[in-house]
């Protein structure tokens, strides 16, 4: 086994009530878990590509074997999006990010406040399953983006500072169909020492 199912940095109730603790356990022991498992599959048989980082895999989809093209982006993808989606919340979730974060989501997007908006717009557009992301550019600058089914911010040239799963499986058992419920309560749960520590490190 090259990848393993990381551990979460909370119990899967401390993000009550917020995000419940079934959706936690399922998201996390059977989804996550299935990803990792798929994606170890995958590359059974490819010594080389196991010895690489999983961000090198997701950078550089198209020079992979033609075979295992797909499953690396999907399975791949999930694995590398959720591990970064568990770290960014916390049951101790902040209002506002703070220190050279904030001040670049001020420079980049005015306020705080527009930048919020435009992140819940993103995140209510995504047609189908996908997540919303905060991400830096290749210019260094912060942008607002997207990205379908477990399609990883990598695979475009972005770097991610901050992501919001927004695929059913993510709520449905506490909001069924009510994705901005869920997008607005995910708000309070939101690990901004976590997306800030991030950032720094992409500087």
Known sequence: MVY????????????????????MEIHHSKHHQGYVNNLNKALEGYSELQKRPLEELLKNIPSLPHDIQIAVRNNGGGHYNHSFFWKVMTAKGSEKPVGALAEQID??????????????TTAKSVFGSGWAWLCLNNNGDLTVISTPNQDSPLMQGFKPVLGLDVWEHA??????NRRPDYITAWWHVINWEQAEQNYRELL
């Open 171 to 176: 709520y449905y058992l506490q909001y069924q």
């Open 107 to 120: 420079r980049d997007f005015g306020t705080f406040d527009v930048f919020k908006d435009q992140f819940i």
């Open 4 to 23: 393993s199912l990381p551990s979460l940095p909370y119990t899967y109730g401390a993000l009550e009530p917020y995000i419940d603790t079934l959706t």
